[in-house]
């Protein structure tokens, strides 16, 4: 099936350190893929969609300058939280979907990011 | 606005039959996902409905119903590890996934 790799699996850094954080598509090419956040018990809030070769579409009240995504390739995309504060402490999940409109979201295992 | 509702949180035994409803209002519907989510882990894809009716996957089931906004997800013969959170998602119109707040099941012996 298919397979998201998403590194690092976890990350402690001090606050004002900027994350990168990386999702890779596999064994299929996804022209477009998905960043989550999610706070304890609670359920995945879409962040932005990122799509290969264009700018990513973020959702409202998500900072684009804080959050920069880039997917410079059909099987890569990364997103950096600049400058992290411990409000950005969260669990990050990506996501990728095959060509297809039906095809289901495959996700990564996430990187769970604490910020000191 | 986006609404989807499912139980917070549900028990049953090994060996059991639940079953999780899931209902919705969103802008558009272009299909119903269901997740399983394990503690500090990524959701990991479970069936998908588009069409009104009954999918079967082994020991796990989801049915949906376009006019109702209804959709459940059955799980069969209950193992310990099936313990996780089942999260709903709607595709929406631009062909995003909405969440609800996941289903909390608990297995107990």
């Known amino acids: 099936g298919a397979v998201v790799s998403q590194h690092p699996s976890w990350v402690i850094c001090k606050s004002g350190t900027s994350v990168k954080i990386e999702c890779r598509s596999l064994?299929?090419?996804?022209?477009?893929m998905f960043w989550y956040r999610q706070f304890p018990k609670q359920s995945l809030m879409l962040m932005a969609t990122?799509?290969?070769?264009?700018?990513?579409?973020?959702e409202q009240g998500v900072e684009k300058d804080k959050f920069l995504i880039n997917h410079a390739s059909l099987t890569l995309s990364t997103l950096t939280v600049t400058s992290a504060h411990p409000e950005d402490s969260s669990f990050y999940i990506c996501?990728?979907?095959?060509?297809?409109?039906?095809?289901?979201?495959?996700f990564g295992d996430g990187t769970r990011l604490s910020i000191l | 606005g986006q609404n989807i509702d499912q139980p917070t949180e549900m028990t049953a035994t090994e060996g059991a039959i639940v079953q999780i409803n899931c209902t919705y209002q969103?802008?558009?519907?272009?299909?119903l996902f269901w997740y399983q989510q394990h503690a500090g882990e990524a959701p990991t894809f479970l069936s998908y409905n588009v069409l009104d009716g009954l999918e079967e996957k082994g020991r796990f089931s989801s049915f949906l119903s376009r006019s109702k906004g209804y959709s459940y997800l059955l799980l069969k013969e209950l193992q310990m590890k099936d313990s996780a959170s089942y999260l709903c998602?709607?595709?929406?119109?631009?062909?995003?996934?909405?969440f609800g707040a996941g289903t909390q099941v608990v297995v107990t012996p």
């Open positions: 996501s990728a979907r095959e060509a297809g409109d039906v095809q289901p979201q495959h």
């Open positions: 990122s799509n290969e070769g264009s700018k990513a579409t973020y």
């Open positions: 998602a709607v595709k929406d119109s631009w062909g995003k996934l909405q």
């Open positions: 969103t802008s558009g519907f272009n299909g």
């Open positions: 064994d299929f090419q996804a022209t477009t």
